[in-house]
Structures are given as C-alpha cells and as structure tokens.
C-alpha cells in the first residue's frame, strides 16, 4: 500500500432521494446561458430528461439534448454531440445517465475548449492544456462511479478499441446521484452496473496504487453493494436497496478514482471493445477470474473484503478466509443471473481468434501495471479461455 498520497475531491456531490431538484439551483453558479444535454433514448422515453429540462428551465436555462448514447460511447457521439453544442451555442454540459452518457459529456466539455480530437489525449494524464467547460454528472444508475472520476473511456470506432482521456480538467464540478433516477432500471441493467461498481471498489482496493483513503471507500462500497445488489435485482422499487446501491456506487467511484482499477478492468475493456458487449456485464464476467488470478499476492486484504461481504471467517487461516471472498462474488452473480459468455452468444472461434489481441489491448493500455500481480501475455490468454469454460 502506498503511504505516501494526496487525497483531493474537488466535485461537489449531491447524493439523496430527490436530490435531483436542487439542479436548477446549483447549476447556477455556472453561469451558463445554454445547457447540451447528453444523454440516451431511455431517459427521454422515461421523462427523465423532460423532468430536467424543466428544472433547468425554472431557472432560466434553456438546452439542447443529444440522446443517441445507447451503447458504449463512442468516438462518433462525441463527435456529433460535440457539433450539437458548437451549433446552438451550449457552454455547459450535463451528462445525465450511466457511465456512457456522462463518459461522452466529459468527452465533449474536454474537447469544446481544446484542440484536437480525442485520440490526441488518450493515455496516462497526456496535458489537457486549456480548461473545460463547465460539467454536471447527473447519474441514473448504480452504477460507473464516472460522476466523481477523472477518467473518460470512449471506444474507438475505426479499430474497436476503448481509449482513455485521464486528468484532473476531466472531473465533473457537480455530480448528482438521486436513488430515484434508478428506480426505472431493469434487472439485467441493475445487474450489470451493480457489478460494475462492485468491481471498481474490488480492484481499486488490491491495485498497487491504492492507499488508506482508497481502502476505506472501497471496503464501505464493497459491504453496500454486496448486500443490496441482489434485492435492487429482486425488487427495483425498493428505495432503501436502490439508495444502497447509489451510494455504493459512489464510493466504489472515490475508491478506484484515487487508486485505479486493476486487471479485471484490464480484461474487461479490450472484450468490450471488440465484442460491443455493455461494460459492466464484461467487468461481472472477468471479476472472479481476475480475483483468482491476484489473491496470491494479497490475501490480506482479500479476506478484509470477505468480511465486507458478510463472510465468516472465524478461526480460518488467512488463505481460506480470502477465498471466501471470490466465492461470495461468485454467489452474487449467481443471484442476478448474470450470463456465461457463451450464453451471450459470443462467436466463440471469433473469440479464441482475438483472444492474443485482447491480452495485447490491455497490456497496451496499461491497465495490468498496477494490479499486485502483473500477468504476462501468455497468462492473460489463459484467462480469457477461462471465460469460455463457465
């Protein structure tokens, strides 16, 4: 563990049930005179983003919607939206959805003040010379923690590959999280950003970067996730499970935002890119392999988050005490059915094909340098045949 670090959180977070009506009052301080809104077809068919304009609108702010983000975000909605708010005069952007809306709005609120496109800032803090514009994060789901990280992760459309914007000009200035935006989530969503989040706080505790500050948002996101997950699943409208689920989430976010995320992410990014699946269901998908793959190197903490899940580990020595804390997530994606990749219905020769050009993307993104345990390209090929055998 690193015990050396700085610790800084410069995004205000409005976090409560109903949260979302103190916007209009907040987004003020901008002093704005037109919003881009970018956002999904979901949150304009559910009212949300109609609910929001008319906040805006109470206080006097008018905006421009770009809801086409229903899939990873791309190199192609950041260029469209970025269009829409240089052609109707925007100097304010608001993300409002999950990871990929409020990815994208990072995105554009980066590039509408700098030169370039977003390939000429992908890699680890390349200088983002002039400041943004202003940016809201306004979060419907539970969830990618990218309302308080200073990371946009957009997939290149020419090669299928994800690239990362990373710096402190990145970071939203107000992030929103109100349990009330998730109610509307389906199971299989609730599922698969649940265990989104519940991976950002698993890998930023065992990244080599992590740090007491990091450890305990992790840890207390760990506890949240795993006991409200599986009922969020069950019951969507159960609001004490959903603001659970938030507010892990959130923490999960500050967790992995000060350390970083580890190999399981680094597996995960290159299998979305290349097969279009949603990220957090790749992230479910490689979580137990990964934590397989890294418990020799920190038993310890493994068994701290065992203890998070609700495991006893009472009179076990350290080792059988960490395992219990892949079983515990193993148990979990049992309980929200989360699918195998061939139930996917992923190409599985296509797979084995790209298999080497996956390990390659991530070991190229660097993503596996910080995890304890830094797996070599022949290990990580063994780990994404390891997919196809559940």
């Not at 990218?146 to 994800?162: G, H, L, P, Y």
């Not at 050009?357 to 063994?382: F, W, Y």
Request: charged fraction near 20%.
């Amino acid at each position: 563990m690193n015990q050396f670090f700085v610790f800084g959180s410069p995004s205000t977070v409005l976090y409560g049930v109903g949260c979302l009506d103190a916007v209009g009052e907040r987004v003020m301080q901008f002093a704005a005179t037109r919003a881009l809104i970018v956002t999904d077809d979901s949150a304009v068919r559910t009212g949300k983003v109609e609910r929001l304009m008319s906040i805006l609108a109470a206080s006097g702010l008018g905006a421009s919607v770009y809801s086409a983000v229903n899939t990873e975000p791309t190199t192609l909605h950041v260029d469209e939206s970025l269009a829409l708010l240089r052609a109707d005069g925007c100097n304010l952007v608001i993300g409002f959805g999950g990871g990929s809306p409020i990815d994208t709005a990072k995105a554009v609120a980066v590039l509408a003040t700098n030169p370039g496109t977003f390939f000429d800032y992908h890699g680890q803090f390349v200088d983002i010379p002039n400041p943004r514009l202003p940016l809201v994060a306004i979060t419907t789901t539970a969830g990618t923690g990218s309302e308080v990280t200073k990371a946009s992760v957009i997939t290149d459309t020419q090669r299928d590959v994800k690239m990362v914007m990373r710096g402190d000009r990145v970071r939203p200035d107000l992030a929103v999280c109100d349990p009330l935006m998730t109610l509307s989530m389906p199971p299989v969503v609730t599922a698969a950003t649940g265990m989104d989040a519940l991976a950002h706080a698993i890998e930023g505790s065992v990244s080599s970067e992590t740090q007491p500050m990091s450890e305990v948002f992790a840890l207390e996101a760990i506890k949240r996730i795993s006991r409200s997950l599986p009922i969020a699943c069950a019951n969507g409208n159960d609001i004490e499970a959903r603001s659970d689920m938030m507010l892990g989430q959130l923490l999960a976010g500050y967790a992995f935002g000060i350390s970083s995320t580890a190999s399981g992410h680094g597996m995960a990014r290159p299998l979305g890119g290349r097969f279009h699946i949603p990220h957090g269901l790749c992230n479910a998908l490689c979580l137990p392999i990964f934590m397989e793959y890294t418990l020799p190197a920190c038993p310890h903490m493994f068994a701290k988050m065992a203890v998070a899940m609700g495991e006893d580990i009472s009179g076990l020595v350290v080792w059988d005490a960490a395992r219990k804390a892949i079983d515990a997530v193993k148990r979990i994606k049992r309980l929200i059915n989360i699918p195998t990749i061939r139930e996917i219905g992923v190409d599985v020769e296509e797979f084995r094909r790209l298999i080497p050009i996956m390990a390659q993307d991530g070991i190229d993104a660097g993503s596996h340098q910080v995890n304890p345990r830094v797996p070599t390209h022949k290990e990580l090929c063994a780990m994404y045949e390891l997919l196809l055998a559940e």
